[in-house]
């Protein structure tokens, strides 16, 4: 089965990390461009960053400098690891990987930022 699982959202204070999760089954992430959405309540889903298979990656300019995308060839994990959080961040986070049949999406993890 095809499929991408977020998980590692949680509760935390502003200023503070979280590290998402993407496991991958039925594909390869090292082989495909792999990256990260998310959508805040009552907004769009937008855009967080992306890791290509080559290595590059690309970041939205909201969170350039705090947060990086990376993989685990060996796990077949793609992370997201996030510093200096700000309540703006709070929203569900996906996991997103485009396909030769289209968009795999996973089913999303929260996190909030908050006091």
């Known amino acids: 089965q095809v499929q991408l699982v977020e998980s590692g959202g949680g509760l935390v204070q502003p200023g503070g990390s979280l590290r998402l999760s993407c496991a991958a089954s039925?594909?390869?992430?090292?082989?495909?461009?792999m990256a990260w959405y998310r959508q805040a309540p009552g907004k769009e889903r937008e855009f967080v960053a992306a890791?290509?298979?080559?290595?590059?990656?690309n970041y939205a300019d909201s969170v350039k400098g705090r947060f990086t995308i990376s993989r685990e060839n060996a796990k077949n994990t793609v992370y997201l690891q996030m510093n200096s959080l700000k309540p703006e961040d709070t929203a569900v986070y996906y996991c997103?990987?485009?396909?030769?049949?289209?968009?795999?999406w996973g089913q999303g993890t929260l996190v909030t930022v908050s006091s």
């Open positions: 890791l290509f298979t080559r290595g590059t990656t």
């Open positions: 039925g594909i390869i992430v090292s082989g495909n461009p």
């Open positions: 997103k990987t485009a396909l030769r049949t289209g968009e795999l």
